[in-house]
């Protein structure tokens, strides 16, 4: 009833509804405009408040995290930047550890890789662990005539592991087997040589304990690599910022996949 009543009040002239149909649909977008206004103000006040919190993160990591990073001021800030530019300037630089200048192309974050092993002080007075690796009794059948291989020698490689409170230095050792019965044959002696865990860093001599050490130190701990490098050095074993921060870049390419 109500619904006919209304009906029954309409204009009758074309003129008049158009009109009433005009203001309708203006009101309609007007509507509209204001609901994606308060969409687009929600959003913004979402975006307002992660950064909020992003900042509020911030200041708890200032006054409650690490005593590096209690920094409740500009001015703190500053003289923090300042006693380590003072710090930086007085540590010898390892010549070594500086690229060539004639080499323009290099990334920043690596020191370019010279030919041969970086040298690390005191190598030889760290204590010696040795592991060896033979070939199980199946492997050393040579594949020609079934003979035993015997042991003609073994190869010969080097890591710096850090045990928790102390260097080790770990020689692994892999023992090379051949074939006699097709050496006295004239024949190609079959040799075969054991194989030895994989390590971190291709050909790189830090071990997995010392990497996950200076890592963890760096960016879990918040200890400059500066500081490590006197810590190793107290306890008899010097490896240089450069070095270490090679070893970070080597970590973070091997873990890529997981980040």
């Known amino acids: 009833m109500p619904r006919e009543t209304e009906l029954?009040?309409?204009?009758?002239?074309?003129?008049?509804?158009?009109?009433?149909?005009r203001s309708l649909i203006l009101e309609h977008q007007r509507e509209q405009q204001r609901a994606e206004e308060q969409n687009q103000r929600a959003n913004d006040l979402h975006i307002q408040?992660?950064?909020?919190?992003?900042?509020?993160?911030r200041y708890k990591k200032w006054y409650y995290g690490p005593p590096a990073d209690r920094l409740q001021s500009g001015q703190d800030r500053?003289?923090?930047?300042?006693?380590?530019a003072q710090e930086l300037e007085q540590k010898p630089v390892n010549p070594e550890d500086v690229p060539p200048k004639s080499e323009p192309e290099y990334e920043l974050r690596?020191?370019?890789?010279?030919?041969?092993?970086?040298?690390?002080a005191n190598f030889e007075n760290l204590p010696v662990t040795t592991q060896v690796y033979e070939l199980t009794p199946e492997e050393r059948a040579c594949p020609c005539c079934g003979v035993e291989r015997k042991e003609i020698g073994a190869e010969k490689s080097w890591q710096v592991e850090y045990i928790p409170g102390r260097f080790e230095r770990i020689e692994?050792?892999?023992?090379?087997y051949a074939c006699p019965s097709c050496e006295k044959q004239g024949e190609n002696p079959q040799i075969e040589v054991a194989?030895?865990?994989?390590?971190?860093?291709?050909?790189?001599?830090a071990g997995p304990g010392l990497l996950a050490y200076i890592v963890t130190s760096k960016f879990a701990d918040y200890l400059p690599l500066y500081r490590l490098e006197d810590i190793f050095e107290r306890q008899g074993f010097e490896i240089s910022r450069a070095t270490q921060s090679v070893w970070c870049g080597d970590v973070a390419d091997l873990v890529e996949p997981l980040y």
């Open 8 to 21: 029954a009040h309409l204009p009758e002239d074309s003129e008049s509804l158009q009109a009433i149909v």
């Open 49 to 57: 408040n992660l950064r909020l919190q992003k900042e509020l993160e």
């Open 78 to 84: 500053a003289q923090v930047l300042l006693d380590f």
């Open 110 to 120: 690596r020191v370019k890789r010279g030919k041969g092993r970086r040298q690390i």
């Open 172 to 176: 692994h050792l892999r023992k090379k």
């Open 195 to 205: 194989a030895k865990a994989e390590s971190v860093v291709d050909k790189g001599m």
